[in-house]
């Protein structure tokens, strides 16, 4: 049987605490290797090219994607196309989804874009590119140059819906966590902090960038030792914010209370020497490091915003704050340390969402699904409700 080829096309990955990169490479874990032949179409980066290679995916470099308008990228990409014969382009992020889409109203392949929180109405863009990306959009669309657009949870499909009617058919799914996680446990790296017993060690997880609001989260561990509760804040993660939160820590004396970790490769591995996740985000998809925390038994305190409200609510693995609600975020807090037995609880209450249906397993048969009917010319309205969970 001819193996259907699905090419994963983005433009600044970059593997370091990198979400989309994890989706990606789950995906191609998770589907039958028999059936899919997975390449990955992007700028290039050494650290991603093995992990995808060691997966059984296959590399096409395409370094001009990374420019602000990529019109060389259009040409170049379409011929790389037509070289692999891939039958599925996988968009993710809005630069190649614009490039593959007009590509494909000449190629006549099966485009998806895979929604990751942001599409065009966001400040990163100006009007002047927004406008352009609008007419694009449009133009793709009315010209079936794009059949399907996936989100990575119910509330990121309304996102996108409030945002665009245009997408053909759009359909939600979870990621899921590891079913069976724990020998890889690195206490090599972390055993220095274990050795800490007299505390309560929160981590976080993420780019250090404004999105993150990881200077609520210091504004949350300043409050919590102001009321003489023992915490240490564990930063796993690097970004464009770290110098200012690390001013930010100095300047209110919390030096010895926040510690970075740097970027840890698979950070979940080092999550049970920790009793709490921390999320402060103003705005999220649906972050990879939630079924990680769920996989471990991690509780979750977490800003309510979009794709977070609706697992933590569903399976009641956390707890939630409004977005910069500083109070409520120590209270929250404060309600798991003095509750050893609610800890206990929603640490269980998230294995157990994974191990019966938020898993990789899942996530996998259901990937295989849009793939198979996409290639079988299955109208993509027909496709809406096919993710579980959706």
Not at 5 to 17: E, I, P, R
Not at 187 to 202: D, G, K
Request: hydrophobic share 40%; proline share 3%; aromatic share 12%.
């Amino acid at each position: 049987m001819k193996k259907i080829k699905v090419c994963h096309f983005a433009d600044h990955l970059n593997g370091k605490v990198d979400g989309v990169f994890k989706h990606i490479l789950s995906i191609v874990k998770n589907t039958d290797a028999s059936l899919f032949e997975h390449y990955l179409c992007f700028q290039g980066n050494e650290y991603i090219e093995r992990k995808f290679i060691a997966a059984n995916g296959k590399i096409i470099l395409l370094p001009s994607i990374t420019s602000k308008y990529p019109v060389h990228s259009l040409i170049i990409f379409y011929k790389l196309m037509k070289e692999y014969e891939v039958d599925i382009i996988h968009c993710h992020f809005l630069k190649p989804y614009i490039v593959a889409g007009f590509c494909n109203i000449i190629l006549k392949k099966k485009v998806i874009y895979n929604y990751h929180g942001l599409f065009i109405d966001h400040h990163f863009y100006n009007v002047y590119e927004k406008t352009l990306y609008r007419l694009s959009h449009y133009i793709i669309n009315k010209l079936n140059a794009v059949q399907l657009a996936l989100t990575p949870s119910q509330a990121s499909k309304s996102m996108l819906i409030k945002e665009t009617s245009l997408f053909p058919a759009i359909t939600s799914y979870y990621n899921g966590g590891e079913i069976k996680i724990g020998a890889d446990d690195d206490e090599e790296f972390i055993m220095p902090y274990s050795q800490f017993t007299n505390f309560f060690s929160i981590v976080f997880v993420g780019r250090i960038e404004e999105q993150k609001r990881i200077d609520t989260a210091v504004r949350i561990i300043k409050h919590l030792a102001d009321d003489s509760v023992d915490v240490k804040l564990f930063i796993i993660g690097g970004g464009s914010e770290e110098a200012k939160i690390k001013s930010l820590i100095h300047n209110l004396e919390l030096d010895d209370k926040i510690i970075f970790l740097g970027v840890i490769d698979n950070p979940s591995k080092c999550f049970r020497y920790f009793d709490l996740l921390l999320l402060t985000s103003d705005y999220e998809g649906m972050p990879f490091v939630i079924w990680e925390a769920m996989s471990k038994g991690l509780p979750i305190v977490s800003s309510a915003v979009e794709g977070i409200v609706e697992v933590v609510q569903a399976t009641e693995c956390g707890l939630l704050f409004e977005k910069n609600d500083i109070s409520a975020a120590v209270s929250a807090i404060k309600r798991i340390i003095e509750n050893p037995e609610l800890k206990k609880k929603l640490g269980e209450n998230g294995k157990s969402a994974i191990n019966c249906k938020y898993n990789v397993n899942n996530f996998g048969i259901e990937m295989h699904k849009i793939y198979s009917q996409l290639s079988n010319d299955i109208n993509p309205s027909d496709l809406s409700d096919t993710i579980y969970g959706a």
